[in-house]
């Protein structure tokens, strides 16, 4: 498959350099050009992930994220000279699927990239259940939406990813070594603090859709979900 990546960066020789190199990798790429439409483009080029920059001109990533997982699950990386704890954190609560910190290793992101195009569409993409179900919640891992008496709220795909291990794994313990070899398939690529941050999204969701299901943190082990009313 021929997958298109989205860099909205808005240092050219940046733009440049990613572009040049993923090509090199047999990626298409589409280097955005008007920073004041970024969903415009991309809705036109129609991106399988997107490179996103915080620091743009007229609005900064955050803002930028926020439209774009409105409009789509695509897998969404940030990549920011900012490399404060609350720049990942807010990155990652506005939707984002991981954050890179400039400068960074070009072997690095490409391997992101492919790790999380592999788990979106590739070969890890829509094995197991169509759906799976947990207390009054159901969870479609190929739709990426959760779903409680009529409420539906969609899911990122980090989200998603979390959410089908804890899925799985009711109602054991999922360890947060299993989590995170699912969505980042080498710890060593993982920003401090994400999977928390993803933890903290997947419980807003839950609220969202009215469910009774909590995720509940097992000290030095990791998560189980379970309804409120059996849980301690």
């Known amino acids: ?15 440049e350099l990613l572009s040049l190199h993923l090509q090199k990798f047999g990626f298409s790429t589409h280097l955005c050009r008007d920073f ?18 915080i620091n743009l001109p007229a609005y900064d990533g955050f803002y930028w994220c926020g439209r774009l997982r409105a409009k789509s699950p695509c897998p969404i990386i940030f990549l920011s000279s900012r490399n ?15 954050f890179v910190t400039k400068p960074f290793s070009l072997d690095v992101i490409t391997a992101k990239i492919t790790a999380l195009l592999r788990r979106t ?22 739709r990426l939406t959760l779903r409680c008496n009529g409420s539906e709220v969609e ?7 979390v959410l089908r291990i804890i899925f799985e794994k009711h109602p054991d313990v999922a ?13 060593t ?3 401090e603090n994400t999977l928390n941050v993803t933890i903290s999204r997947i419980r807003r969701r839950l609220e969202q859709v009215g469910s009774r299901l909590v995720l509940k943190s097992v000290r030095g082990v990791g998560y189980r979900i379970g309804d409120m009313g059996h849980e301690s």
């Open 1 to 15: 498959m021929d997958y298109k990546i989205m860099i909205v960066e808005d240092d050219p020789d940046i733009a």
């Open 175 to 187: 360890s947060r070594e299993e989590l995170l070899n699912e969505i980042w398939d080498d710890e």
């Open 189 to 191: 690529f993982v920003e």
């Open 84 to 98: 404060a704890d609350s720049d990942q954190v807010y990155a990652m609560m506005n939707g984002g699927d991981d």
């Open 36 to 53: 004041s439409n970024v969903l415009e483009e991309f809705v036109e080029s129609a991106p399988h992930l997107v490179l996103l920059d």
């Open 121 to 142: 569409y590739g070969e890890y993409a829509g094995s197991g259940p169509q759906e799976w179900s947990c207390g009054d919640c159901t969870f479609s891992p190929k």
């Open 155 to 161: 899911l990122s795909k980090t989200e998603a990813g």
